[in-house]
């Protein structure tokens, strides 16, 4: 699989220090074809503080749209769901599956206090109130700590462009493989920006036992009228899913 591809505070100081970089972007989602009847949610906007300013993790990247709308267009199947978000940022694709009904847990480094409070402002903005309606936690990729132990039951784990820098790359799937193993049937869904033609995850996926396979994207946005390519903004962006490959196939690989 080839990949073309911060300090401490309370929650208080990102509101006071900054407020006045702060604006607000709004992602609709909505249902143009077909219709949803009374048991589909039709129209979803969601809200995000975005701090231009701030650090990336302040910024909704083209890839979170992406994972956003593919998630959306398949909103029936996510009730009840136990979603959890890595590196979640701005949130925006766990926020959206919050309120779609699955139960989700958004999380960010577990050392960056100003990203997590970051986040618990983008659910307050939507109307979801972290502890309640969804949980925050801080983790650290690639180290077993107790936050990842305290994790509930997952069925789907999910990141919009986590594969930022290769120095990351086998802590994540390190955490991803961990989490796989715990949650058999569980998978991984996300999405990437294209930065780099040498940046691969193959020899990885192989050390830990993965599988990745590509999902088509070609579809995705049609349903809301949404024209991806508006959010991608001249990037490319992929589309993944990866899984655990069971034991009783791994002869059969080899073979």
Same mark, same amino acid.
């Given at each position: ?14 509101? @006071? ?37 701030? =650090? ?18 398949? !909103? ?21 599956? @919050? ?25 307050? =903005? ?22 990842? $132990?305290?994790?509930? =039951? ?8 986590? $594969? ?19 949650? !058999?049937?569980?998978?991984? &869904?996300?999405?990437?920006?294209? !930065? ?45 899913? &990866? ?13």
């Amino acid at each position: 699989m080839r990949f073309h591809m911060n300090g401490s505070s309370d929650d208080s100081d990102i509101v @006071a220090a900054t407020a006045t970089a702060e604006h607000i972007r709004k992602f609709v989602f909505s249902c143009n074809v077909g219709g949803g009847g009374d048991t589909t949610l039709d129209r979803l906007e969601i809200r995000i503080p975005e701090i231009l300013q701030g =650090a990336y993790s302040f910024y909704t990247w083209p890839s979170a749209p992406v994972l956003a709308y593919f998630l959306w267009e398949r !909103r029936q199947t996510l009730a009840c769901k136990r979603i959890l978000e890595l590196g979640a940022g701005t949130a925006l694709p766990g926020i959206l599956a @919050a309120k779609c009904g699955a139960q989700v847990v958004l999380s960010d480094n577990c050392i960056l206090p100003k990203s997590l409070a970051h986040i618990r402002k983008s659910c307050l =903005a939507n109307q979801l109130q972290p502890g309640v309606d969804i949980d925050v936690v801080g983790l650290s990729w690639g180290l077993l700590l107790n936050s990842v $132990f305290r994790l509930p =039951a997952l069925d789907i784990i999910i990141a919009a462009d986590c $594969f930022y820098d290769p120095s990351v790359f086998e802590d994540i799937i390190v955490t991803v493989a961990f989490l796989l193993e715990r949650n !058999r049937g569980a998978k991984f &869904i996300f999405t990437y920006q294209e !930065r780099s033609a040498d940046w691969s995850i193959e020899a990885l996926l192989k050390k830990w036992k993965l599988h990745a396979s590509s999902i088509n994207m070609d579809d995705i946005g049609k349903q809301s009228g949404v024209d991806l390519l508006e959010y991608m903004g001249g990037h490319t962006i992929h589309l993944l899913e &990866i899984t655990l490959i069971e034991p009783q196939h791994v002869g059969d690989l080899v073979e």
